[in-house]
Nanobody, 124 residues
């Protein structure tokens, strides 16, 4: 029902910025809560940020709060993750995820659809 494709990952120096994009196709993107998760080698997939269907409510993990900003453009069926002041520990495969419900959530089991991920590598 929903297909997600992430892009924008790459190599960046510590302290730099990067913007990830998630292009969605399928039905009812504008009514879906969206989230970003990340997974580093050997670690569990962890929550990064979430945004409600309307874009007026956001939530961030403590590790990225103040540095990352999630946003969405429903007219373009796209959700973004603007990452600033990047640290080497931000290095991970970043996944975009979509809910059926419109409100935000921070648990991966609340998300029904997932993209393939985009790699972010932060050099020290």
């Amino acid at each position: 029902q929903v297909q997600l494709v992430e892009s924008g990952g790459g190599l960046v120096q510590a302290g730099g910025s990067l913007r990830l994009s998630c292009a969605a196709s399928g039905r009812a993107f504008s009514s879906s809560g969206m989230g970003w998760f990340r997974q580093a080698p050997g670690k569990e997939r962890e929550f990064v940020a979430a945004i409600s269907w309307s874009g007026d409510t956001t939530y961030y993990s403590d590790s990225v709060k103040g540095r990352f900003t999630i946003s969405r453009d429903n007219a373009r069926n796209t959700v973004y993750l603007q990452m600033s002041s990047l640290k080497p520990e931000d290095t991970a495969l970043y996944y975009c995820a979509a809910r059926v419900a419109g409100w935000l959530a921070a648990t991966k089991t609340d998300y029904a659809y997932w993209g393939q991920g985009t790699q972010v590598t932060v050099s020290s």
